[in-house]
């Protein structure tokens, strides 16, 4: 199978969403007051690393 790059642009799309999705879910379950706040910059440079992409 071939794939054009509209065709995988748009499957991008629906990958970052579901991606997004899932993550909002997990992070509901997640109680902020249990994460420790050390862990909040490691988690923010994980998110960039992963924005740049």
């Known amino acids: 199978m ?5 065709d995988f642009a748009e499957n991008w ?3 970052v969403t579901n991606a997004h999705i ?8 997640v109680d902020i007051r249990v994460v420790a706040p050390s862990a ?3 988690l ?3 998110l960039r690393r992963l924005m740049e992409r």
Do not use: A, E, G, M
């Open 22 to 29: 899932r993550l909002r879910k997990t992070v509901q379950f």
């Open 44 to 46: 923010f440079q994980t």
């Open 2 to 6: 071939t794939y054009s790059k509209d």
């Open 13 to 15: 799309d629906s990958i």
């Open 40 to 42: 909040t910059p490691v």
